[in-house]
């Protein structure tokens, strides 16, 4: 039996062609799939743009109890001590965010565990802070210097830094009820070639679609730790994200993102 002809979805759901209109998406892409493998992969992800009326594909709304959890989860990180700076990241374009991750689809996005909207985990954006301090910063913040700046902020083996980088959230927006979720897709145009290098690339290969998931939209970042370390390291963050970009393709122009300061930290 060929891959393409192994069943995915659990016979009592066979029936169901399409996701509620608040599914969690999470739930769908990765437990609800007819068949796991060949074009199944992109009619699958497509089901959860529904074709409306005028004619348009449009996502899944989003649950009606994500706004009021948003709010008490901003609330409560903002009163985290000793004290936490929030930021409005937004995208630019598109954003691939766990892109890698495990799936039965190959490809997969980072959605919230209980409301399957997209966030930007922070151990991504610890990481990508961290790059940019010891690449870009000068006097440059070197790892090695156990007392430097650099294991203060970022921390090392044996002890965590003294700034915390939470999940970004998506910010809810009151204009638009669906997920900021949008179906993409790459193409490698010569499997062979990039398998191994033994066969030279022609115009005459087969492209290889593959569809995945991206996201767009505000989230907001929240780090909290000793003020003045806060501040500096949610600087060398905002440089990150608008030159180098978080999440997978960023050398195809995606995860750039625009930062707004919000509210001074609480204290």
Do not use: C
């Not at 739930?27 to 074709?51: M, T």
């Not at 991504?124 to 700046?149: I, M, N, Q, T």
């Not at 993102?257 to 609480?266: F, L, P, Q, S, Y």
């Amino acid at each position: 039996m060929s891959r393409e002809e192994i069943a995915g979805r659990r016979k009592v759901f066979h029936g169901l062609n399409a996701p509620p209109a608040t599914a969690h998406a999470g739930l769908w892409i990765d437990r609800f799939a007819e068949r796991i493998g060949g074009a199944s992969k992109g009619n699958h992800l497509e089901r959860l743009f529904p074709v409306g009326a005028d004619g348009k594909r449009r996502s899944l709304a989003v649950s009606p109890l994500y706004p009021a959890f948003f709010e008490r989860w901003k609330r409560q990180i903002l009163s985290l001590p000793p004290a936490t700076i929030p930021a409005k990241a937004t995208v630019r374009g598109r954003l691939a965010v766990g892109l890698g991750q495990e799936s039965v689809l190959e490809t997969s996005i980072a959605l919230h565990h209980t409301y399957g909207v997209p966030y930007l985990p922070g151990s991504a954006l610890k990481g990508l802070a961290a790059h940019a301090a010891r690449e870009r910063l000068e006097p440059r913040w070197d790892p090695k210097d156990e007392d430097g700046p650099y294991n203060v902020v970022f921390g090392r083996l044996e002890e965590a830094g003294f700034v915390t980088f939470h999940d970004a959230l998506w910010i809810p927006d009151e204009n638009d009820p669906r997920l900021p979720l949008d179906l993409d897709v790459m193409t490698v145009h010569h499997p062979d070639y990039y398998g191994g290098g033994q066969v030279l690339p022609t115009d005459w290969d087969d492209p290889n679609p593959i569809p995945f998931l991206s996201a767009r939209g505000s989230y907001l970042l929240a780090l909290t730790g000793p003020p003045g370390w806060i501040e500096k390291a949610l600087d060398v963050l905002i440089g990150a994200l608008s030159h180098d970009g978080l999440g997978a393709k960023t050398a195809a122009g995606y995860g750039r993102m625009g930062v707004k300061r919000e509210e001074a930290a609480v204290r």
